[in-house]
């Protein structure tokens, strides 16, 4: 029985995105407060704005992952950037002692952006006055 829930509209692979992106926000909150416990004096400065970015990202991170479980037009943007971004990071690990964290960076980056570009997602995402207007009785 079909609904008209906004739930009922979102498709799951966008909800699957969202949850990998509200992950990865996580990571970055916990890893920017892990660094604010192991600062040094002889480098607070670096320390401090390497703290400021990963809690203030994560947050972000958290406000996309947010908007594209609601799926809103302007969560697709960020969402494919900050993944694109996540990509190359991970080319970055790539090789010695860091493989791993490569191919799951690359791995989650990959799930997200083929969330975000299934056709029922970009459908979801499109960019749609009428979408958010009330029905005409």
Same mark, same amino acid.
Not at 5 to 15: F, N, T
Not at 41 to 47: A, N, Q, T
């Given at each position: 029985m079909p609904t008209d $829930?906004?739930? =009922?509209?979102?498709?799951? =692979? !966008?909800?699957l995105a969202a949850a990998v992106v509200a992950a990865e926000g996580l990571v970055l909150v916990v890893l920017g407060i892990a660094e604010a416990f192991t600062m040094q $004096? $002889?480098?607070?400065?670096? &320390?401090l704005t390497t703290t400021a970015f990963f809690i203030l990202y994560g947050v972000g991170l958290g406000a996309v992952?947010? &908007? !594209?479980?609601r799926a809103s037009t302007w969560s697709r943007g960020p969402a494919v950037f $900050?993944? !694109? +971004?996540? !990509?190359? +990071? =991970?080319?970055?690990?790539? /090789? &010695? /002692?860091?493989k791993a964290v490569a191919i799951v960076l690359a791995l989650a980056a990959a799930g997200v952006l083929? /969330?975000?570009f299934r056709k029922e997602s970009t459908e979801a995402l499109a960019d749609n006055?009428?979408?958010?207007?009330p029905p005409v009785l």
């Open positions: $829930s906004p739930a =009922a509209v979102i498709p799951r =692979a !966008l909800k $004096s $002889s480098r607070l400065v670096l &320390g992952a947010r &908007g !594209l479980s $900050s993944q !694109l +971004i996540q !990509l190359l +990071i =991970a080319y970055s690990f790539w /090789g &010695g /002692g860091t083929v /969330g975000v006055p009428q979408k958010d207007e």
